[in-house]
């Protein structure tokens, strides 16, 4: 468990390199739980830090949960990351870039890809067609403090994200205070979280604009779930919609909204 006693980031330049952590919740492969609010502010959790997705084990209530989780790489990135002397990657190695500056993501390695860029407070993103994602069991951004993730106008469809005894779930668990979501669609999501649950966003300190969840399913256990946003700190929600069933299963049901729940 860690909790932000300061505006200092809490985590940088460090990983975990073992093979397997077990728990009966809040089990991540670097980070357990992360509390990330502090004096109004999102406080850049975890920076180039991270875990092998492919080979460390979570053991969720001795079930085997191949769950995507803060600080989380694939086998390809985190190799590389090693070969780099834990160093940050670097996105031109990775994607294409246009004209604006934009760092375009165009298949669903990209949006694997993308989990070593999403701490990089200086990079944006743009997505170029339209993906399904349905193969990516779990997969999502659990932070995303970079500038701007801009959808394109194009959907991303079938996200799957089970994760019940997980804080901070949604298509990006944590969107951070300098960051954005433009002109975006979700279609079909099935999202299920523990808190600070949204099918766009868990737990939000940033700006969402022309962004909409179209249909699916967002469910949590415990409280501040909601269609597009969990828990909205402040941010600036514009043109946003929502048209997903959201369901409380827990024994709490407070702060459950349509759109946002708090």
């Not at 200092?8 to 089990?27: F, K, P, Q």
């Not at 399913?217 to 269609?227: H, K």
């Not at 402040?234 to 709490?252: E, H, K, L, R």
């Not at 909204?257 to 708090?262: A, F, H, N, Q």
């Given at each position: ?6 505006t ?105 890809e ?22 990516l ?8 403090i ?10 991303i ?56 969840v179209?249909?699916g ?11 597009l ?27 459950t ?6």
């Open positions: 468990y860690m909790y932000p006693y300061s200092t980031t809490a985590m940088t330049d460090s990983y975990y390199d073992g093979t397997s952590v077990s728990g009966t919740s809040y089990v991540g492969g670097l980070v357990g739980y992360y509390d990330d609010y502090y004096n109004n502010t999102y406080n850049n959790a975890v920076i180039n830090s991270h875990y092998n997705l492919d080979t460390v084990t979570l053991t969720v209530n001795s079930t085997v949960s191949p769950y995507v989780t803060i600080g989380g790489l694939y086998d390809t990135e985190y190799t590389d990351w090693i070969a780099n002397s834990y160093a940050s990657l670097t996105p031109s190695d990775y994607f294409s870039q246009d004209t604006n500056g934009y760092y375009l993501i165009s298949n669903l390695n990209d949006l694997k993308l989990l070593a860029f999403t701490d990089d407070a200086g990079l944006s993103f743009k997505l170029t067609t339209n993906l399904d994602v349905s193969s069991t779990n997969w999502h951004l659990p932070q995303f970079a500038t701007e993730f801009n959808g394109g106008g194009f959907t469809s079938n996200l799957n994200i089970d994760q019940p005894e997980t804080t901070n779930v949604g298509f990006i668990g944590r969107l951070g205070s300098s960051s954005s979501v433009n002109d975006l669609s979700l279609s079909n999501v099935a999202v299920s979280g523990y808190q600070y649950v949204g099918g766009m966003v868990g737990r939000n300190f940033g700006d969402l604009d022309n962004v909409t179209d249909s399913t967002v469910e949590a256990t415990s409280i501040y779930i909601g269609g946003i969990g828990y909205d700190y402040a941010g600036v929600i514009s043109n946003a919609s929502s048209a997903v069933t959201v369901n409380q299963s827990g024994s709490y049901s407070s702060y909204g349509g759109l946002v729940g708090y």
